[in-house]
């Protein structure tokens, strides 16, 4: 089939949904042969597979004189947030507090910035003037992890506080996140995959999907709905629009994900499965 999404990406999505529910560890030649469903070759998941262990979120093994590769400690961690976003059923409980984050990263580390700009979107802080990030979430256990990783402890001040004006906190969301946007990819998503989920609940009950099929919708469905941890801020409630699409598309997700995930998840096992075996040859 035509390639539709990056190597790396792919492999990130097969990660946090199908390999660290099975040991966190894949032979590089599983690996290769899940990857063919998407149209990439052996060459393009070698040379992602090596960017992302450059990045830090993959480690390698040798065994005898196969190759191995699990994600790291960093990974984990990415994964696991990932997946309680992507999964998660209601909108985050406010407590009424706004987090802070102001830092101030001389000029010698400014390299340091774009990938600190590039994660502090990724968890959902909004931008509300020059260094200072701001979210109604309580997202400190991932401040001091950014902190940690990035080695920028001087440079960083953190806050936990109340909005006391002026104007209104829904005036404030307005300034650090465009939601009209974020609302319009919703209603894009809903209507092409809603589309899509009728025709493939028709076909799979007549038996007229495979379960490589379904592993290839399946995996696709994710990876399109991924890319809304980058742009959707997840947002308390009180703070959204009164004609949100973010939980009717998570209602979609969630039908067309559980629909799909049996045969799929049993197309994985098989070929997972065959790289076990074939490690004893």
């Known amino acids: 089939m035509e ?4 190597t790396r990406s792919m492999i990130f999505t097969l990660f946090g949904d199908y ?6 560890v894949i032979w590089i030649g599983s690996l290769i042969r899940l990857l063919q469903e998407f149209g990439h070759n052996e060459q393009s998941v070698r040379a992602a597979i090596s960017r992302m262990y450059k990045q830090g979120w993959v480690q390698s093994e040798k065994r005898g004189n196969k190759s191995y590769y699990s994600l790291t400690e960093r990974g ?3 994964m696991e947030e990932a997946s309680k976003r992507i999964y998660k059923i209601d909108s985050p409980i406010w407590d009424g507090n706004w987090r802070i984050l102001v830092y101030t990263i001389p000029e010698e580390k400014r390299h340091l910035r774009d990938e600190l700009r590039k994660e502090l979107v990724w ?7 020059n260094s200072c990030w701001i979210t109604p979430n309580p997202l400190e256990e991932q401040v001091q992890n950014l902190i940690e990783k990035y080695d920028i402890a001087p440079y960083v001040s953190f806050f936990s506080s109340t909005y006391e ?22 209603q894009e998503f809903i209507q092409e ?8 609940k028709n076909k799979l009950s007549k038996g007229e999907l495979t379960d490589g099929d379904c592993f290839v919708k399946c995996a696709m ?9 980058f742009v959707d801020p997840n947002l308390p409630k009180e703070l959204l629009p009164e004609k949100w699409l973010g939980d009717s598309a998570a209602s979609l ?27 004893t040859k």
Not at 256 to 266: I, V
Request: glycine share 6%.
């Open 3 to 6: 390639k539709q999404f990056n």
């Open 193 to 200: 995959y809603s589309q899509k989920y009728v025709i493939d």
């Open 221 to 229: 469905l994710v990876h399109q709905y991924r890319k809304f941890l």
């Open 123 to 129: 968890s959902g802080f909004g931008l509300l003037s």
């Open 76 to 78: 984990k961690a990415r």
């Open 19 to 24: 390999i660290r529910h099975y040991g966190n």
């Open 165 to 186: 004006g002026m104007g209104k906190e829904v005036d404030l969301v307005s300034k650090c996140w465009n939601l009209d946007e974020v609302n319009n990819r919703y």
């Open 253 to 279: 997700f969630s039908d067309y994900y559980n629909m799909l995930n049996k045969p799929a998840t049993a197309f994985f096992e098989t070929v997972f499965e065959q790289g076990e075996l074939s490690t």
